[in-house]
């Protein structure tokens, strides 16, 4: 489960990248952020967000989340990452990450709807989330495209913006058709990103 997160970092560093070295390509023509709606830092994101529900669904963590937090008057950035399995005796386990960034120079609206074009791109089934943030969606990828077909790599990922901030949760995990004991729920892991999300933005000082 591991190539999740080498992905979420890289989205983080492209993002980060493209607003402190071209801010004219998310500007909202004035080049002036919205804003954070009273969004704070926290030193840690792991230990600020809770993630109850995906601790319910996942009660056994493996190994220790990682975790950073980057500040810059352009951009604030926490990211948290972890591995957590049903059982601690089950060889099949899942990854969350998560990843906020206040963007205090620019609009990332544009930016926003860039990569919700992306995901569409590469095949992910979106659908809007009304009443979260000023915009959220989620997208949803069963890749089959390994050279072994009964494989599948699920991922699950939720995009919310509200002001200048930007929040990002994802959830991945795998099955093979025919040897896995159970086949991951989309709706009960949709359940758990948005309970999980809502909360943590609450405990990032958001007012939903």
């Not at 493996?62 to 089950?90: I, N, V």
């Not at 990332?108 to 979106?126: T, V």
């Not at 086949?183 to 939903?208: F, H, N, T, W, Y």
Request: charged share 20%.
């Amino acid at each position: 489960m591991l190539w999740g997160v080498g992905g979420a970092v890289l989205a983080s560093a492209v993002w980060a990248a493209a607003v402190l070295l071209v801010p004219g390509i998310v500007t909202d023509g004035a080049g002036n952020s919205p804003g954070v709606a009273g969004y704070q830092v926290a030193d840690d994101l792991c230990d600020t967000v809770k993630l109850a529900k995906f601790s319910q669904l996942y009660p056994s963590q493996t190994g220790t989340p990682y975790h950073y937090t980057t500040r810059h008057t352009a951009l604030d950035d926490m990211y948290c990452s972890q591995y957590r399995k049903r059982l601690s005796s089950d060889s099949d386990y899942f990854s969350i990450y998560l990843d906020v960034q206040f963007h205090k120079k620019v609009d990332p609206r544009l930016e926003f709807e860039a990569q919700r074009s992306g995901l569409q791109q590469r095949k992910y089934e979106i659908s809007p989330v009304p009443g979260l943030g000023d915009d959220a969606y989620i997208g949803f990828l069963d890749d089959t495209s390994g050279s072994d077909k009964t494989w599948h790599y699920l991922t699950q990922v939720l995009y919310v913006r509200q002001a200048g901030m930007t929040y990002y949760a994802s959830w991945s995990g795998s099955y093979q058709e025919g040897k896995a004991a159970s086949v991951p729920d989309r709706e009960e892991i949709r359940q758990a990103l948005l309970i999980d999300s809502r909360d943590a933005l609450k405990a990032l000082g958001g007012r939903l």
